[in-house]
């Protein structure tokens, strides 16, 4: 009798066994088909806003962020979480700027560690006003020349792409690069003279501007560009390119 009890606690527990191998086994296929279809597919979940709306507002207390849902992929070469979203908006100070796109990086081992946590960020626009993007622009570098922008440059709109990269402490590094087009847009001399209907399209980086397909007036005068490059060399600019007008 002694015999058959043991033979059957040493059954049952040998199923016992099995079953939670068996469970084991499924639970970790099922990890591994999530972490695949999150590293491939994303997810899209509205879960993460107010996290994303936190990192944002770290760099800049006055700005925050409109989200729809954002599409999350998993790097797990990188220990980062790629985030997506579309059309969202950045306010500030009772403003909008429209945007098209946002991308990025979301650093889990810096979360974890209570750092900024934001690697890289693309931001792809709609046409906003120039003014909405200067002030804006001044929030990050409230310098003299931006000053002088707001009050110089009116009307006209502006689209762009601008891929960023921060450090650790959240500033901006110098690889950033940006890119897009300016329409009809008009600045106000200081003797008030006014250059108007400025169109151009441009591609910024630290050491090299690049301007194309440029075209503004000045009283009678038209003047047109098909590029201009200004390359910074250690703090001497230097100028190339092409201007013409309607006669020469």
Known sequence: MVKLTNFWKVLYTK????????LGVILILILVIFVFYLSYFGIETKRFNQLIKDEITKSNKEIDIE??????????KKLSVGLKTHDPKIIFKDKKIKLKKIKTNFSIESFLNK????????????????????????????????LIFDKLIKDGSLNADINLSFDEKGKIKNNYKIKGSIKN?????????????????????????????AKIEFEDLKLSSNSIKIINNNNYFLLEGDIKNSNT
């Open 67 to 76: 989200l729809n849902k954002v599409k999350i992929i998993l790097n797990l």
């Open 185 to 213: 847009t008009k600045i106000n001399l200081i003797n008030n003279q006014i250059i108007r209907n400025i169109s151009f399209d441009f591609e910024i980086e630290e050491k090299l501007h690049k301007y194309n397909n």
């Open 15 to 22: 199923l016992m066994i099995k079953k939670i191998l068996k």
């Open 115 to 146: 750092d900024f946590a934001v690697e890289n960020l693309f931001i792809s626009t709609e046409e906003n006003t120039i003014s909405n993007i200067i002030s804006l622009a001044r929030l990050y570098e409230n310098n003299l020349q931006m």
